[in-house]
């Protein structure tokens, strides 16, 4: 069998007279095949060089004919231009063609209408799906995103690995999945988050580890807070007003939540933290001590910065089907504060249990907790997206403005319900003054980090014990921008009595 290509520029009057040339030729001979390329005149150069390059030919005019090497393989024999191929037609096939001049550029202007007619047409058919657009991972089940009829799935890696990403986006689409409407990759923030619906941010390879110094720490979050400010930038040039904003991954989500917050001025409802891993994580603890399923323990709550410092909350928590004394239907549970009854184990050796809980993991499988996280991912915006109960309690980071005393420039877990799309805190739970007191050292250590990629020259420049070592009466007298400019470890020196008041000076030189 003879393959054919035959590639040229539209509007060329050659390229007109070899197709029809080539058309003759595939009525006539039934084993004579030939495939078409038509590149717009201003595309023509461009595909030329790269097409020569890749083959290794030399060709410079309208068209370039090669064959195809159909059953043996392998990279296609060059031709070379039309006089080539109408040379070969005659030699090998006795066919010939004598079109006239007038009549090829007659057919070539055609050739151009129809091939930008067929364009219009693509783009219009294009414009008629109306895909949810979706920034990295794979949350393509109709379960999850109930209301999508199509789905675009963009993957982004800022200066990533490009190779990496085509095989994701290769797996992504050997699924198969019906609602995956098209995969396309970026390794730059040329056209990120365009018309973006959901994003989920997972930018976990900034974890310094537990073995990071101070000075490490701090670079990090100086980068990562001048990444997260152009997210945020580029979020509220480009996104839809209603996107949802997912942060998560294993380390620094709270705090990465927070700086786009502060970078980005859309509803702050907009934006979340997802703690429900760690949350299943202290599930999995309580239902591996009363020896039931995971899923049989429930409402346990998250409080305070994910993956750093935070308090497992056990006074909603539920077990279901438990072997105790007193035993009922399905639906019938017991408190698990009234199963367990040893108030040490809970505030201690159980909360030190859940903190290595994910590091256990991770040693065992040399890799990290990607079921759980993405588990995690799928619970959260399946509540979002309204498919589970709105009496569900998930504990979820976000701007707690108006609840529990708490700052709102700071993103911290806490136990929420999800009604047509919207997160409410949840109020019918007990904060007592040593949670309360939990919970603003949560907020200040988050602070503290966000205050790190501050500019602070000036500081550096004088030594922290020369400030203390000031007059009262001095300080005063001191400009207030360099007041401002103090290290946050220095506020934290100061009596007890005196916290509120500090707090109140660290929010307005935040909010300046």
């Not at 100061?494 to 500090?502: H, T, V």
Request: with cysteine.
């Amino acid at each position: 069998m003879a393959k054919f290509v035959l590639a040229g520029r539209t509007d060329c009057p050659y390229y007109a007279k070899a197709e029809l040339l080539a058309d003759r030729l595939a009525r006539s001979l039934p084993n004579f095949r030939i495939h078409k390329i038509s590149i717009l005149p201003d595309e023509w150069k461009d595909w030329l060089q790269d097409t020569c390059m890749k083959n290794g030919w030399k060709h410079e005019e309208s068209p370039l004919v090669w064959r195809e090497l159909v059953h043996q393989g392998g990279k296609g024999v060059f031709l070379g231009g039309f006089d080539d191929f109408l040379e070969h037609c005659q030699n090998y096939y006795n066919i010939t063609s004598d079109m006239s001049e007038e009549m090829m550029q007659s057919i070539a202007e055609e050739n151009l209408e129809t091939k930008i007619t067929l364009i219009l047409e693509a783009h219009h058919r294009a414009s008629l799906i109306q895909p949810l657009h979706i920034w990295i991972s794979s949350l393509l089940s109709t379960e999850v995103l109930s209301q999508a009829s199509a789905i675009s799935l963009h993957l982004l890696d800022v200066e990533g690995n490009e190779e990496e990403l085509e095989s994701l986006k290769m797996e992504t689409e050997d699924l198969a999945l019906p609602l995956l409407h098209q995969v396309t990759i970026h390794t730059d923030l040329k056209d990120a988050f365009q018309k973006a619906e959901i994003i989920l941010l997972l930018d976990d390879h900034w974890s310094g580890g537990n073995n990071a110094t101070d000075v490490e720490q701090q670079q990090t979050i100086k980068a990562l807070a001048a990444l997260y400010a152009e997210y945020g930038r580029l979020i509220e040039e480009r996104a839809n007003g209603d996107v949802k904003v997912i942060v998560s991954g294993g380390s620094l989500v709270n705090l990465r939540c927070s700086l786009l917050l502060k970078a980005c001025s859309l509803d702050s409802r907009r934006f979340v933290a997802v703690a429900t891993q760690l949350e299943n994580e202290a599930r999995a603890a309580i239902a591996n001590k009363l020896r039931v399923r995971t899923s049989e323990v429930t409402d346990v709550i998250v409080w305070g910065d994910v993956g750093d410092s935070f308090y497992i909350d056990l006074q909603r928590a539920n077990v279901f089907n438990y072997d105790g004394p007193i035993k009922g239907p399905p639906f019938f549970s017991h408190p698990v504060l009234e199963i367990i009854y040893d108030r040490e184990w809970v505030e201690g050796d159980f909360q030190d249990i859940v903190r290595s809980q994910r590091a256990a993991v991770v040693s065992k499988t040399c890799r990290g907790a990607d079921m759980s996280t993405a588990n995690g991912i799928l619970t959260l915006l399946k509540a979002w997206n309204g498919t589970l109960t709105p009496s569900q309690v998930f504990s979820v980071g976000v701007s707690c403005t108006d609840h529990y005393e708490l700052p709102g420039d700071v993103i911290l877990s806490v136990p929420v319900t999800f009604t047509d799309g919207q997160w409410s805190v949840v109020s019918d739970v007990t904060v007592g003054d040593d949670l309360k007191q939990k919970l603003h050292l949560f907020a200040s250590n988050l602070r503290k980090k966000m205050d790190t990629e501050k500019p602070s020259t000036e500081v550096n420049q004088e030594p922290s014990t020369e400030v203390n070592q000031e007059p009262s009466t001095e300080v005063n007298q001191e400009p207030s921008t360099e007041v401002n400019q103090e290290p946050s470890t220095e506020v934290n020196q100061e009596p007890d009595q005196n916290f509120d008041k500090s707090m109140e000076n660290q929010a307005t030189v935040d909010t300046l």
